[in-house]
C-alpha cells in the first residue's frame, strides 16, 4: 500500500493521530503525502463557515487580522484555502515543526480543518 493510501484510510478510521506521532518520531515525515488530492478531499467534507467563524476564535488569540509589526504569527485570515489546509497538516506529521502549531493542528479533527480553512479563506484582507 502506498504511504499516501496509507495516511488516507488511517485518517478515515480514526487514527489519523496516532500516525502522525509514528511520523514524527520517525523523523521522515514525506510532505510528498499531502497532495491537491488529499486537500481536496479533505475541502469537500464541509464547508460549514459557521462552524468554522466559531473554531477560528480559538486562532484570533495568536493570530490578528493584520500583520503585528515585529510579530512571529503569520497572517491566516484571507490565506488560500488550500494553503491553510496544506500547512495544517504539515504540522500534524511534523513537516512544519512549530510545537504550538502541532499541539494545535493535531487536536483538530478533518472537518474542522475543512470549516476553518474555508472561513479563514473568506475572512480578512
Ligand atoms: C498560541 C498561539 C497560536 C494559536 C492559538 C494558533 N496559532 Fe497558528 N500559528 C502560530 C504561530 C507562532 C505560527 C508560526 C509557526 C511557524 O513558524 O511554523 C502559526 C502558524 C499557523 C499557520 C501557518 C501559516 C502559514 O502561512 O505559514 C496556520 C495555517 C495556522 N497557524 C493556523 C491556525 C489555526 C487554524 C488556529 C486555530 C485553530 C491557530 N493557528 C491557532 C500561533 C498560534
Do not use: F
Not at 21 to 29: H, I, K, L
Not at 75 to 89: D, K, N, P, W
Request: charged share 20%; net charge negative.
Amino acid at each position: 500500500m502506498s504511504k499516501a493510501l496509507l495516511l488516507v484510510v488511517c485518517c478515515l478510521t480514526g487514527v489519523a493521530l496516532a500516525s502522525s506521532e509514528t511520523n514524527v518520531s520517525d523523523g521522515a515525515p514525506q510532505a510528498s503525502e499531502i497532495d491537491a488530492t488529499e486537500i481536496n478531499r479533505i475541502l469537500a467534507l464541509s464547508d460549514d463557515v459557521e462552524y468554522g467563524e466559531y473554531l477560528a476564535g480559538e486562532c484570533a488569540s495568536c493570530h490578528a487580522v493584520e500583520q503585528v509589526a515585529g510579530s512571529s504569527v503569520p497572517v491566516i485570515h484571507g490565506a488560500e484555502a488550500a494553503h491553510l489546509v496544506q500547512s495544517l497538516l504539515e504540522y500534524r506529521i511534523g513537516v512544519r515543526d512549530n510545537t504550538t502549531m502541532q499541539l494545535i493542528a493535531n487536536g483538530l479533527g478533518e472537518e474542522e480543518i475543512a470549516v476553518l480553512a474555508h472561513y479563514l479563506s473568506n475572512t480578512g484582507r
